[in-house]
């Protein structure tokens, strides 16, 4: 704040956030909490949170930790329930806190999508003709964002994609083939192509989240629940999620547990303290080591291009 907002003449700061948090006249402390979210429709966010924390799957990554945190973010326990350790819970979402109104003119199938492909080459026949569907009901390329969560195809499938598109006579702007250091996320009248890193902070109406089989083996971490949250929570309106082969399987059947139980979480309240335990336990030089390697991997990199690059290392 102080760089930012300057000094006065007297070289005090303008905004000092210390006095300003010791200032009961001021009001306002200096951490707000939005509990309202007028980004995601009801039905995405309670998916995005459901599959975020693994609720629904055989072994939860993450949790909150008390009913105040739900309702920082929107939630309100059910009366007759509690979060007691190993009991069911049921925890809603009040439609207040989820203001938009898609919910009103299309079904929780509509808004969530899932396709189980056979092959790379069935799903990316799918997205293409899903998203000319799209265009040809009113959106814009440029409201479609398709995001890979399989690092390793990501090229491969960009490529795809954007041939099947242009096929069909759509412009696609592939974020992983730039020769720009920072290319521009959004052009005008293209679909962009995008990792789950380069799509932080950005939205549009339909989502994409492709290539959900490539998370099977991180089911159970934090970091590839995390990449889900991410994918989904970028749409506005309609969110496609898709992948090859039966790993898809325990993702859509939490989907399609989530849709069943919306606007509620329905869950098993897993034990906090013994998630952080097990997180705890794992040695800090593994995880800062498949963190390097994730935002490798989104870059492009191979796993094969980062063996070969820490060999090296280790020959050195």
């Known amino acids: 704040p102080e760089e930012l907002f300057g000094i006065d003449k007297q070289g005090k700061p ?3 956030l210390v006095e ?3 200032d009961l006249s001021f009001g306002q402390s200096n951490d707000l909490v939005l509990y309202k979210c007028y980004r995601n429709p009801l039905e995405i966010l309670l998916t995005a949170h459901a599959l975020g924390f693994g609720l629904y799957s055989e072994s939860p990554v993450q949790n909150l930790e008390n ?6 973010v929107g939630y309100e326990l059910k009366e007759g329930y509690d979060l007691a350790v190993g009991k069911e819970t049921v925890i809603e979402r009040n439609r207040m806190n989820s203001p938009l109104s898609i919910y009103r003119h299309q079904t929780p199938g509509q808004l969530v999508t899932t396709f189980k492909a056979e092959s790379l080459d069935e799903e990316c026949d799918w997205i293409a003709n899903k998203v000319s569907e799209s265009i040809n009901e009113g959106l814009k390329p440029h409201d479609i964002m398709v995001i890979c969560f399989d690092d390793y195809n990501a090229k491969a499938s960009f490529a795809k994609i954007s041939k099947r598109l242009a096929s069909l006579g759509i412009r696609s702007n592939n974020l992983l083939i730039s020769s720009s ?4 996320f959004k052009l005008d ?3 962009t192509l995008s990792t789950i890193h380069r799509a932080k902070g950005n939205e549009a109406a339909e989502v994409f989240a492709i290539g959900i089989d490539a998370l099977f083996p991180h089911r159970y971490s934090r970091s590839g629940r995390n ?3 991410t994918a989904f929570t970028r749409t506005k309106a309609w969110l496609n999620v898709s992948g090859i082969g039966s790993r898809v399987d325990g993702f859509f059947k939490e989907i399609e547990i989530s849709l069943k139980n919306s606007p509620c979480l329905t869950f098993i309240v897993p034990d906090v303290e013994k998630i952080r335990r097990d997180n705890d336990s794992k040695p800090q030089e593994i995880l800062k080591m498949q963190e390097m390697m994730e935002r490798l991997k989104e870059q492009g990199y191979s796993n094969e291009q980062i063996q070969m690059e820490l060999q090296l290392k280790e020959d050195n």
């Open 14 to 16: 303008r905004i000092n």
């Open 20 to 22: 300003l948090r010791s």
């Open 67 to 72: 009913e105040e945190h739900w309702n920082d």
């Open 181 to 184: 250091a920072a290319p521009p």
């Open 189 to 191: 009248d293209m679909v």
């Open 227 to 229: 990449k889900i949250f």
